[in-house]
């Protein structure tokens, strides 16, 4: 199952960093555009490049939270963490990852409602004329990975607790 998991949020983190990339090249592309404006050569900025910049954007952040949880790499306090037995410190990693699944759980939840409430209104990016809806769900998809892993890593912190291999 942990490589299932594992797959998943890779699969997810790739995808997050290939939008990224995305984003870069449209971002050099309308740059270059505008640098050619002057020339009159019929080439410009791309319409809209805020619009698609802000919706791949938080579909990228939103595709790198399964790995980031998969890997314990969330940021967290951990000062007097050297000076607790095991024990204690799987306890406290497996509070965090019940802590994480809520607001995992709570924030995809609402992600849906403002996807659907998007979709009902029909509302658009202002220059690209995007439908808002569709950058929701691209969040989305991330969000339910999201999800997903973090009642993995509750598994997975049970059984550190109980001494099962993770």
Known sequence: MSKIIETLAVTLAIAGGLVLLAIVALTCISIIGRALVPLDIGVGPIRGIYDMTEIGMAAAIFAFLPWAQFRDAHARVDLFQSAMADGMIRIFDLLFNLAMFVVATVGTYRLFLGMQD?????????????????????????????????????????RRIVGLPA
């Open 118 to 158: 998007k979709l009902s209104y029909g509302e658009t990016t202002l220059i690209a004329q995007i439908p808002v809806w569709q950058g929701y769900t691209a969040a989305l998809v991330g969000g339910i990975g999201f999800v997903v892993v973090a009642a993995f890593c509750i598994l997975r912190s049970v």
